[in-house]
């Protein structure tokens, strides 16, 4: 299993950007599929973003958050990274890195290793 920690959240005015990234530790990074996904308070949680590397590189993003969101990876690193841009105050919420085997999937029982999360908070 892999371990993952996220960092970079914080508060940004609407329109701004923000970046946040998650380090995993564990079995090899590039064999996995990693994923973003976010929770708001009431709301159940939210695909984001999502990309695969083998054996291609692919990428698939939640309606919400296309063309103003970008997934990236460095494997090199171990480090995936979501950077946002365009804030809405809608984008609020905690969000949370995950890590899955096989598919690029939008639901959670896609991804077995969770990250603790890292609160994004945008202001109108």
């Known amino acids: 299993q892999v371990q993952l920690v996220e960092s970079g959240g914080g508060l940004v005015q609407a329109g701004g950007s923000l970046s946040v990234s998650c380090i995993a530790t564990?079995?090899?990074?590039?064999?996995?599929?990693m994923g973003w996904f976010r929770q708001a308070p009431g709301k159940e949680r939210e695909f984001v973003a999502g990309i695969k590397s083998i054996p291609t590189t692919s990428t698939k993003y939640g309606d919400s958050v296309k063309g103003r969101f970008t997934i990236s990876r460095d494997v090199a690193k171990n480090t995936v990274y979501l950077q946002m841009s365009s804030l809405k105050p809608e984008d609020t919420a905690v969000y949370y890195c995950?890590?899955?085997?096989?598919?690029?999937?939008?639901?959670?029982?896609?991804?077995?290793?969770w990250g603790q999360g890292t609160q994004v908070t945008v202001s109108s």
């Open positions: 995950a890590a899955g085997e096989l598919v690029l999937g939008v639901h959670e029982d896609s991804y077995s290793s």
């Open positions: 564990g079995r090899p990074f590039g064999a996995y599929v």
